[in-house]
Each structure stands twice: as C-alpha cells, then as structure tokens.
Nanobody, 124 residues
C-alpha cells in the first residue's frame, strides 16, 4: 500500500511563499509521475502541477511562472515551491501518484494514490 503524506501548508500573506512537501512510501518512486492538485471551498479539485522523471514538468496556466514542482528520488519526496502567492491560491493541496509513467498528467483519474491534503491560506 502506497502512502502519501503532505506537509508545509499554512497561513501566508499575499506575495509570500510556501513550500509543500509530499513524502511517499514504497519502492520505485522515481518511475511514477507525481502531481499536485488543489480544491478551494465550493469548487472542483483542479490540477496544479506534475513531474515526470525529474525533468518533465507541467503546470496549470494559473500557477505557471509562480510555482515550481521538483522531486528528490533519494528521499521519495516531491515538492511544490509556491511564490508570489495570491488569495485565489487558497485551497487544500493534495499530492498524488500517477498510475504509470505514461499518464496524461493533468487528468485526475490518471492518479491512483492521494495524500490527505494540506491547507494553504493566503490572506490579502
């Protein structure tokens, strides 16, 4: 059974930064696409970012240029560095593991394991 545990959420002022971490159990971490999604109150969960291997990264238009996804395969951990945060970034952020290496990274149904989520609140 794969477990994903997010950390690093919190309250930050607009323009500030946070770094989220997601620690994964299990072997062969490096061979899976890892993604970040978020869900704001009253809204559907949406794609934020994903990483395939360590070099192929994908971002939603709303976070491109402000967020950076990365991974440390030796630590089985994926990160989301969030800069220039805006109030509209307020949401619960979830990390997820893709079903295999060749998924469409923006599609939620391509991910089979999810973390419990971490709250990010950006005040104006």
């Amino acid at each position: 059974q794969v477990q994903l545990v997010e950390s690093g959420g919190g309250l930050v002022q607009a323009g500030g930064s946070l770094r989220l971490s997601c620690a994964a159990s299990g072997r062969t971490f490096s061979t899976y696409v890892m993604g970040w999604f978020r869900q704001a109150p009253g809204k559907e969960r949406e794609f934020v970012a994903a990483i395939r291997w360590s070099t192929n990264t994908y971002y939603s238009d709303s976070v491109k240029g402000r967020f950076t996804i990365s991974r440390d395969n030796a630590k089985n951990t994926v990160y989301l560095q969030m800069n220039s945060l805006k109030p509209e970034d307020t949401a619960v952020y979830y990390c997820a593991r893709g079903r295999h290496l060749n998924i469409v990274p923006t599609m939620q149904n391509e991910y089979d394991y999810w973390g419990q989520g971490t709250q990010v609140t950006v005040s104006s």
